[in-house]
């Protein structure tokens, strides 16, 4: 029996479980998954962007927590991600490696990626925002909106991933951890934090490094990071914040000595942000925030025989941001308004080759109204929403929502929506082969509707149905030099279950099925332009608490469709996480960890010359005081 055979025979094997794991927990003393859920309207399981529980949320939604992040041994959100049904990345390299990913089909140049509300996509890199570049320490929750959202998040025409920072500890002085860890090609990750409060003012920093030599050549990894944040809480239940973010990476992207070429890359951030929130009334909030920052990157590529480079484009983006907005209501019945404005400067450079468009200086400025509301009617709410804006360069969006849910009993909703979004077009030397940006945004009507249900004892279910029609969407022809636009078509299933624990065994499962096609020839889209056909996730966890002990088994499996000679486009890959608290009656056990991933090493890629990472382990420890 091969290899590869036995693989999805485990992972077949994994996903069967699933169903049987339910039958031999009714012993437990209650359902945990239902009270995951939200399901019972007491715990605020929504998007942040309008607070409201699971059973209010028309979209697909699937959100990660600071502690099932914890259990990944996680290094940056894109190792978190690669978990999330629905969500795929291109491959995984050394962490802290800049890589593609998508959506329900959007690829990254559609996902609009927050950190509380600043917003990361580089506008003159393809609107792409480097996942793996945002360290873990920090995050408290990721949440995937997966599908159109414009109207409360502008340009979001695949989906939304929203991260929100760690908030000061509430009940004490100080608290903090520091943690540690070295792996395969001296893969090291330092980090650590610190938080409190006293008299009203909280604080929370954070800061690290992680420096790889490569676990493929060429991909080496220097990367250093800091994030604080400030809180102050006012007599009259107003609270300000304050918050700061800087991170630098020197990274080597690819070595292809076949082809004598090499890449190197460089990135910054530095990003900061003030907001207010006012009680006006018992049921009226006001919130009032700014933000701004610089962005830098930088792209070198050259012959490795001759040492010299051949092509080297930079950029560097100067943003501002500024939003009032008025809550009112409660998440049953509310409604929340607003108005914003946003600045983006953009500088590109390329000194060497002067490929028309390359030396650019351009400035987008956005002005946005927008309204999104919840009107509840016994088990049945209505979810209304539309934004509005006028754009400098290009053309005008209005964008909107209307979705739905019915309780049907206490354990099942069923949900659903349509939309109406864009995306800014390509706004780089790829977008503007003749200097001139784009003024037509691409846009995307969608509609999806399913069921999410924990009808089954322990067993949790949730199915998504999408449909979305794509418009004005841009590919570059590199070997032309022209800009294309077309229409495409994207539908699928997107499927998730979990159970309860069981002896401290649980099981989690998802498949996600996307058909993108042309609309004017009918002809498949290839996976690098809309991600795997077919893709499976699963996860195996068991969790000791007494004996300090958890231990996840992850496998992803894609199947990208492509049909580049000598691809590896099908795999499974398989990881395993362990965590050994050394003093498990202790809340702050010191804590040792360990990783192997990429079990089977099995080889993944679409170009030989840059593969996803070989097997590879690391080992560390934290200590929390």
């Not at 580089?122 to 995050?139: C, K, R, T």
């Not at 498949?511 to 009918?522: C, H, I, L």
Request: negative net charge.
């Amino acid at each position: 029996m091969t290899g590869k055979v036995l693989r999805k025979i485990l992972l077949a094997s994994l996903l069967l479980l699933i169903p049987l794991a339910p039958l031999s927990a009714r012993g437990e003393d209650g359902d945990e998954v239902t009270r995951s859920l939200g399901l019972s309207e007491e715990e605020p399981a929504g998007v942040s962007r309008l607070p409201r529980p699971a059973s209010l949320i028309a979209e697909n939604v699937t959100v990660v927590t600071a502690e099932q992040i914890a259990r990944l041994n996680a290094h940056t959100v894109a190792d978190v991600l690669q978990t999330v049904p629905g969500v795929q990345l291109d491959l995984l390299q050394t962490p802290g490696s800049i890589l593609l990913y998508n959506v329900l089909g959007s690829s990254n140049r559609h996902i609009l990626v927050q950190m509380d509300g600043v917003p990361q996509n580089f506008v003159s890199s393809e609107n792409l925002a480097h996942l793996g570049l945002i360290p873990v320490q920090m995050v408290e929750r990721i949440e995937i909106i997966k599908g159109a959202a414009s109207a409360a998040w502008g340009s979001a025409l695949g989906g939304v991933i929203n991260i929100i920072t760690k908030s000061p500890a509430t009940d004490r002085g100080a608290t903090g951890l520091a943690s540690a860890s070295i792996g395969t090609a001296s893969t090291s990750d330092l980090r650590g934090e610190i938080s409190g409060s006293r008299e009203g003012l909280g604080y929370y920093l954070t800061g690290g490094t992680l420096r790889s030599n490569g676990l493929v050549p060429g991909n080496d990894v220097d990367f250093g990071h800091g994030f604080g944040k400030l809180t102050y809480d006012f007599a009259n239940g107003a609270r300000a914040t304050l918050g700061l973010d800087v991170r630098h990476a020197d990274l080597g992207l690819m070595r292809a000595a076949k082809y004598d070429v090499y890449e190197t890359g460089e990135v910054r951030y530095l990003n900061g942000y003030l907001s207010l929130q006012v009680p006006l009334a018992q049921r009226l909030t006001l919130e009032v925030n700014g933000r701004g920052g610089v962005r830098n990157s930088v792209d070198r590529r050259g012959l490795i025989s001759q040492g010299i480079l051949f092509f080297t484009p930079e950029a560097r983006e100067t943003h501002q941001g500024y939003a009032a907005d008025l809550n009112w209501g409660d998440a049953q019945n509310g409604l929340k308004t607003g108005v914003e404005f946003e600045r983006i400067e953009v500088r590109q450079r390329e000194p060497l080759q002067q490929i028309p468009g390359s030396n650019s200086d351009l400035g987008l400025t956005r002005y946005s109204f927008y309204a999104n509301g919840t009107y509840t009617i016994g088990r049945f709410s209505l979810l209304p929403g539309v934004r509005v804006e006028h754009l400098n360069l290009l053309d005008d969006p209005v964008s909107a929502t209307l979705g739905a849910t019915l309780r049907l009993g206490d354990d099942t909703i069923l949900r659903g929506y349509a939309a109406r979004g864009y995306s800014l077009p390509l706004i780089s030397r790829y977008g503007s082969p003749t200097g001139e940006v784009q003024h037509e945004l691409q846009q995307v009507g969608t509609i999806q509707g399913g069921v999410e249900s924990t009808a089954i004892p322990y067993l949790w279910l949730k199915g998504m149905l999408f449909h979305n029609n794509v418009w004005n969407i841009q590919e570059f022809d590199f070997q032309a030099g022209l800009l294309h636009k077309g229409k495409e078509r994207r539908h699928g299933v997107d499927l998730e279950l979990r159970t309860s624990p069981w002896h401290g065994l649980s099981l989690t499962g998802a498949y996600t099925f996307t058909d993108a096609r042309n609309r004017s020839t009918g002809e498949e889209l290839e996976g690098d332009l809309a991600g795997p056909r077919h893709a499976v996730k699963g996860s195996l966890s068991y969790d000791n608490p007494d004996a300090g002990l958890t231990c996840v088994l992850t496998a992803n499996y894609s199947n990208w469709n492509l049909t580049v000679p000598g691809a590896r486009a099908e795999a499974t890959l398989w990881d395993l996480h362990l965590n050994q608290k050394l003093l498990p009656a202790r809340e702050n056990s010191p804590e040792l960890f360990f990783s192997l991933r990429n079990i089977f090493d099995t080889k993944f890629y679409e170009y030989d010359f840059r593969p996803a990472a070989p097997r590879w382990f690391e080992v560390g420890g934290r200590f929390r005081f």
